[in-house]
């Protein structure tokens, strides 16, 4: 299957207080479906810069997520109960981090396929923050 999708991507930190600070977003992108996982591209101008998102979700239950722009660039393999290493390339220079990956999950729901994403970020083995990605596919209405 290819064909174009309305996506909704919230992300959110994980705090003990609700702060009720939800990042939501909207986009249009490719998806394509093969036998053993699912593809997600999409831009998103972010301060007249585009940056190109590709989304990898696989049937076994993990997820890889890779941003390009021209001030940061970064690939996240999400493995559920795994501790994965990431680079994030700056226009700063190279900044390493930790991802510790709760669970992924790739259901469907009644507004669409929805993957969600529970992780932890470290950097120099210290927690800068428990966070939660859900992205929700949903027909495109034109």
Same mark, same amino acid.
């Given at each position: 299957?290819? $064909? ?14 609700? =702060? ?17 996982? =699912? ?20 049937? $076994?239950?993990?997820?890889?997520? $890779? ?5 940061? =660039?970064? =690939? ?21 981090? @930790?991802?510790?990956?709760? *669970?992924? *999950? ?7 396929? $929805? ?7 470290? *950097? @120099? ?8 990605? @859900? ?8």
């Amino acid at each position: 299957m290819n $064909q174009k999708v309305k996506i909704r991507l919230r992300t959110y930190m994980v705090t003990e207080e609700p =702060s009720g600070e939800t990042d939501e977003a909207f986009y249009t992108a490719k998806y394509l479906q093969f036998k053993d996982h =699912s593809l997600l591209t999409y831009e998103e101008n972010a301060e007249q810069m585009k940056i190109r998102t590709i989304l990898n979700i696989h049937n $076994q239950g993990w997820a890889q997520l $890779q941003r390009r722009g021209p001030e940061q =660039s970064y =690939s996240i393999l999400f493995r559920p109960e795994e501790t994965t290493d990431v680079t994030m390339h700056t226009m700063y220079g190279d900044l390493p981090m @930790q991802v510790r990956t709760d *669970s992924v *999950s790739w259901t469907r729901e009644a507004e669409g396929l $929805q993957l969600t994403v529970f992780y932890e970020m470290f *950097s @120099q083995g210290e927690s800068v923050g428990e966070h939660v990605m @859900q992205l929700t596919v949903m027909e495109l209405q034109e």
